[in-house]
């Protein structure tokens, strides 16, 4: 009798790149945040009544994403593995760029520790009752005979609110790139047969 050996794993070398592309789109949202801070530090500190609160929770979302990437690709032996090394590097820049807003004594209480290992901040911008100040400025900013425009759509896409991102300008340029990018991504020699 003849035995088949068909639990052989295929391994495809684009495999690991797809697996490696969530980390870099997630770097990409740091980033943004790092070339957006001194209007980030502004509505923290003038506690703008339309920006503060989505700016509170825009905040708290890049601290987790820092954690999270922090924990699962730069603690213990992640970092050797698979040049986590110079995406670590990458990633401590948040930490600086982050530090521009804990130096304000004004603000340093109202955003959230990189450092805490639970998740304990809270914040009158994350109760549900701010939910519905949200929806309805983001309603009224947007209009509903207003089409969805490409900030918009690029909001959605790196989670920021599209709000955020029609205030700050997202450059077209960096738009058209990462669009580029992702197209380019999307299609993988191994997926077709």
Same mark, same amino acid.
Do not use: W
């Given at each position: 009798?003849?035995?088949?050996?068909?639990?052989?794993?295929?391994?495809?070398?684009?495999?690991?790149?797809?697996?490696?592309?969530?980390?870099?789109?997630?770097? %990409?949202?740091?980033?943004?945040?790092?070339?957006? %801070?001194?209007?980030?530090?502004?509505?923290?500190?003038?506690?703008?009544?339309?920006?503060?609160?989505?700016?509170?929770?825009?905040?708290?979302?890049?601290?987790?994403?820092?954690?999270?990437?922090?924990?699962?690709?730069?603690?213990?032996?992640?970092?050797?593995?698979?040049?986590?090394?110079?995406?670590?590097?990458?990633?401590?820049?948040?930490?600086?760029?982050?530090?521009?807003?804990?130096?304000?004594?004004?603000?340093?209480?109202? %955003?959230?520790?990189?450092?805490?290992?639970?998740?304990?901040?809270?914040?009158?911008?994350?109760?549900?009752?701010?939910?519905?100040?949200?929806?309805?400025?983001?309603?009224?900013?947007?209009?509903?005979?207003?089409?969805?425009?490409?900030?918009?759509?690029?909001?959605?896409?790196?989670?920021?609110?599209?709000?955020?991102?029609?205030?700050?300008?997202?450059?077209?340029i960096f738009i058209q790139i990462y669009e580029?990018?992702?197209?380019?991504?999307? %299609?993988?020699?191994?997926?077709?047969?």
């Open positions: 009798m003849e035995s088949k050996k068909t639990d052989k794993k295929y391994n495809c070398p684009y495999d690991l790149y797809k697996k490696e592309h969530y980390k870099y789109e997630k770097i %990409i949202e740091l980033n943004i945040f790092g070339d957006n %801070i001194e209007k980030l530090l502004s509505i923290l500190k003038n506690k703008t009544p339309k920006h503060y609160c989505p700016c509170i929770k825009y905040v708290k979302n890049c601290v987790n994403t820092y954690k999270y990437l922090h924990h699962n690709y730069c603690t213990g032996a992640n970092i050797q593995k698979l040049d986590n090394e110079e995406f670590c590097k990458k990633l401590n820049k948040f930490t600086a760029y982050y530090g521009f807003l804990t130096k304000e004594e004004t603000i340093k209480n109202e %955003i959230p520790s990189l450092y805490s290992e639970k998740d304990t901040f809270t914040h009158e911008c994350l109760s549900d009752k701010n939910k519905n100040q949200l929806n309805s400025a983001t309603n009224e900013r947007l209009g509903n005979s207003t089409p969805v425009s490409a900030y918009t759509v690029v909001g959605a896409m790196v989670g920021i609110p599209p709000f955020l991102a029609l205030m700050y300008k997202v450059n077209i580029q990018y992702l197209k380019h991504t999307m %299609i993988l020699p191994c997926s077709i047969k």
